[in-house]
């Protein structure tokens, strides 16, 4: 029967449209913005760079707690360039105690930047991290999408939040690192001190 | 000169012997109407124009004209490093991202000879088997819709197409810029509960593909439209450099997957659809069938998936420089034979990067199948080549 | 499939005359490469694409390469009679020294072409072909008569590098608009710095776009926003 071809078709979308009344499956689509969908664990949209506050909750002290070095790998790895750093003169201590160079300005173009997450392979620091928000729009042309170092720290609390298996590794591998360091030190202060006890044995016994 | 005059005041009429397009004669003694299609046009599958030259409702000459997304992706590759190209390479054809990285990271790897550990292959063909699997259903999708059908099969391929892109999203973090293949494996593993997801997608996919069929395939207007239409002879197809679902419609039996064998597909049992005719509604089947074969490949893949690394443990990601020469590494896309071709000199950024497009090269033979036919068909026969813009231009 | 050294055996055999040399490939894949002379190249190429072994017949890639000038520098022993006080009398004494000499290797362009058998099922096959220079003399046979694969492609490395394909029946620029003057690909291409107004702009670039837009409004912008009105 000619015709035939087109009824089953029609068929078809019957039983599509119908049914997305009563499947879910059918039934794709989320009245955005006022349902969202939640966003998954390994979703990322722009870099942002991670702080340790001493008090979690803290805001205040982001700047001290950055754990961005300057060390610029980022900046050269950035396929479209969009990192820009400016390393500063002096140094401050960093988790482990050592004196680290910190970014006197780390601005990322997000306009440019593609969300590739390269920056975030190549840091040794654990610094910089994908962020999940995407509604960034802003009506400023000339500098809103220039986010500058403010704009980019945020906690490690945030960082849990957004990634929570993610950022449980990073704090294992983080800690494993300070345990290392100490242990180290220890274990250097401990031959430093057995050297002292000799050499002032040594001494003792000359003096004597 | 106008541009039309440009494009058809070509010499090909002197040169003898070349697979020239056919000249058609026009009937009646009126002017040829010149009609651009394109750039903005609702049917181009993006910024593409076609000059065509009309005797009413026939077309006498087609010229594509492109270049209006072209970002120079060769040249900015040669001013960054290996790994940096990649996240560029996503932005060739942005409907099978996963495709492209897989091809660049199989032309370095044969450059440098870097060995891919075995579950990387494994889920290298897994996610390679989606992406075909919905670049497909939306390259019916797109069309069908064009033919007049308003969305409604594009809408039910979106639908599958979400579920995929759901899986790529939790695997690599992005929907379609997934950046994921890296040389010598893969960026991320994939974790027992997403591959639980991913067999259940791919239990649900089949379902969709018999609703797909029964509401296409013997459709009698789909049938009217397509059948017939847009033929190309094979010699002229091989002739002319085209790849993929097209010269397969043309009844030419090659697919890379199974001439070259890259990866581990030599260990998947998958056939090979073919066409009779080359029309337009052959390249439409031989669509809807590479996707039955790709579920049977995803199958096959998900049970045989190995435990182990998904990186070569040497591998480099920072200051990776493969020593000076030249490779071409090609799989099999879902649009064609997508080839890289690096030529390096030792340092960190290539010498010279090519990309070798399926959809370029495919659109070689878009003026001889058009010549002739009504200058509706030109869209459907246009769609039947199944081009991305990103890729044509780069 | 044939080996590189009984390919070039087998044409060497059927084109009388033909150049053909075996350019080596030192990366691991081992595609070497078979360079031709630009006078037998269709030759050459109907004997790979109709050769009953061989059957060449589907061209893949057509890749455009552009090697500049390089200097080389290199020492030369030189020998000169210089003047010289020899116990105390003058005399003319020859002298062997190294010097450093620069020269100018010249460049070219260079075309390689990847065949591949749709029929036999192997492959590739890689043919080079270079010009002799890259100014007067970029010029090429069109390979698309043999193969109908490479009319875009060669017109491709038409508008990116110049190379002008004899024998092509449509010789256009592909990418770039048709008014379009110089070729982007190429490794001394300069690019024009006189694109429009970039917002989020620092250092370098900021530098450029606020000079650009001094010279377009005849006074300098603030930080580079374009007057309200000023003249595009």
Known sequence: ????????????????????????????????????????????????????????????????????????????????????????????????????????????????????????????????????EFELSTDDRFGGLLLDRKQLAKSNEYYHQIHLTEANGVDARLAAEKAKAEAKTKAAAGAAAAKATSIAAAAAGEGA | MSDFQTHFASDSEKLEGWNRPAMIAPDGDGELLEVAMGPHHPSTHGVFRMDVALDGERVIRLKPVFGYLHRNHEKIAEGISYLASMPYT??????????????????????????????????????????????????????????????????????????????????????????????????????????????????????????????????????????????????????????????????????????????????????????????????????????????????????DLPAGPVMDPKAKIRGFRPKPGEAYGRIEAPKGELGFYLISDGGPNPYRYRVRPPSLINLTILEDMCLGQNVADVVLIFGSVDIVLGEVDR | MKTVEEIKSAIEAAVLGAAVEIVPNPSVSGQHSLRLAPGYVLDVAKFLRDDAELKLDFLSNVTGVDWPDKEVAEKVMVTRTVAKTVDGVEQQVEETVSETRKRVEPGFLEVVYHLYSVEKKHGPVVLRMRTVNRTDQADLPSLTPIWRSAEFQEREIFDLYGVIFAGHPDLRRLLMWDNFKDFPMRRDYVEPDDFEYEPTAHDAVLKRAQLHQAALTGQPGEEGRPEMGASQ
């Open chain 1, 1 to 132: 029967m000619l015709g035939e071809g087109i009824l089953k078709g029609m068929a078809e979308t019957a039983r599509n449209f119908f049914g997305s009344y009563f499947s879910a499956d059918r039934m794709t689509t989320v009245e955005y913005p006022e349902q969202r969908i939640a966003p998954f664990e390994a979703a990322r949209v722009f870099p942002f760079l991670v702080y340790d506050a001493k008090n979690p909750g803290d805001a205040a002290d982001w700047e001290a707690g950055l754990r961005c070095v300057a060390c610029q790998i980022c900046e050269k790895e950035c396929p479209p360039k969009c990192i820009y750093i400016e390393k500063s003169t002096g140094k401050k201590p960093d988790a482990l105690g050592k004196p680290q160079f910190y970014p006197a300005r780390f601005d990322i173009d997000i306009s440019v930047c593609m969300s590739c997450q390269i920056c975030v392979e190549v840091c040794p620091f654990e610094a910089i991290k994908m962020d999940t």
């Open chain 2, 90 to 303: 996503d932005r060739l054809d942005y409907i099978c991202p996963i495709t492209n990285n897989w091809a660049y990271a199989l032309a370095v790897e044969k450059l440098t000879g870097q060995e891919v550990p075995e579950r990387a292959e494994y889920l290298r063909v897994i996610l390679g088997e989606l992406t075909r699997f919905q670049n497909h259903a939306s390259s019916i999708g797109f069309l069908i819709q064009e033919m007049g059908a308003s969305g409604t099969p594009l809408m039910y391929a979106f639908r599958e197409r979400e579920k995929i892109l759901d899986l790529f999203e939790e695997l690599t973090g992005a929907r379609m810029m997934v950046n994921y293949m890296r040389f010598g494996g893969c960026r991320v593993d994939a974790s027992p509960v997403w591959l639980e997801k991913a067999r259940q997608v791919v239990e649900s996919l089949p379902q969709f593909l018999d609703e797909f069929d029964r509401l296409l395939s013997s459709n009698e207007i789909l049938m009217a439209r397509t059948q017939g239409v847009g033929m190309l002879p094979a010699e002229l197809a091989v002739n002319a450099g085209v790849t993929g679902p097209m010269l397969r419609a043309s009844g030419v039996n090659y697919d890379i997957r199974k001439v070259d064998g890259y990866g581990i597909y030599n260990r998947f049992n998958f056939r090979v659809p073919l066409g009779d005719h080359g029309d337009v509604y052959d390249r439409y089947m031989i669509r809807l069938l590479e996707m039955r074969e790709s579920l049977t490949i995803l199958r096959q893949a998900l049970k």
